[in-house]
């Protein structure tokens, strides 16, 4: 195995990361205004900006979905038991003891084995639950939601947008240990990062594909 640097993340996933960092930082904070948290905006300033702004990650998604699908970068995000076990005490103890990562991402795979279960557990679990909470309180005339069952949706919306918050700050802090930040997030930036290649997928990248390796 030697390892390069290869073009990991296409412009598409690149443009995706960013504009749904941006689109849920926008939605937490309308969200918390919306809440009383604090008073930046009006009530209704709040409501048109969280709502804009969820139907523009819901459109993203959609077509993220889409890309996921037909690309096959789906598999990425399939979890594993393999190093799962070695990877969570590496974040657990050994990032304080400054053990190197035991998980080297590969071609095939870049998430290693905790990063692809929490992806599938957001993706699966915490989004649907915010989205389908989310659209429960936006259409409650419809539905003829009021008094304790409109309240029981808002908990629940309220709390998955917690989950994300704490999901965002764990995700920020990570980036700040082993590498250094800019190494971590460089590769969606330019798109490179470093991986496992196998003689056969080295010798496909400088044949086929010589710009998406270094």
């Avoid at 979905?65 to 050994?94: D, E, M, S």
């Avoid at 005339?141 to 700050?169: D, K, P, R, Y």
Wanted: aromatic share 18%; glycine share 6%.
């Amino acid at each position: 195995m030697n390892r390069r640097r290869v073009l990991l993340f296409s412009r598409f996933e690149r443009f995706w990361h960013w504009s749904q960092m941006v689109l849920i930082f926008l939605l937490l904070l309308s969200g918390f205004n919306i809440h009383g948290f604090y008073h930046v905006l009006d009530f209704r300033g709040a409501v048109e900006w969280h709502t804009m702004a969820a139907i523009a990650l819901g459109v993203l998604w959609i077509f993220a979905i889409f890309w996921h699908l037909t690309t096959g970068t789906w598999r990425h995000y399939v979890p594993t038991t393999r190093g799962l076990w070695q990877v969570a005490r590496y974040y657990a103890y050994g990032i304080f003891k400054g053990e190197r990562h035991p998980y080297h991402k590969a071609y095939w795979r870049k998430h290693n084995p905790l990063q692809a279960l929490t992806y599938l557990a957001l993706k699966l679990l915490l989004f649907p639950a915010i989205w389908i909470s989310g659209l429960a309180y936006l259409f409650a005339g419809f539905w003829n939601g009021a008094g304790e069952s409109l309240m029981w949706v808002a908990l629940v919306h309220t709390a998955a947008a917690f989950a994300i918050a704490v999901f965002i700050i764990a995700h920020i802090y990570l980036l700040t240990a082993g590498h250094s930040f800019v190494q971590h997030v460089m590769p969606m930036i330019d798109g490179f990062d470093e991986v496992d290649l196998t003689p056969e997928e080295e010798a496909y990248l400088e044949q086929d594909v010589p710009n998406q390796i270094k």
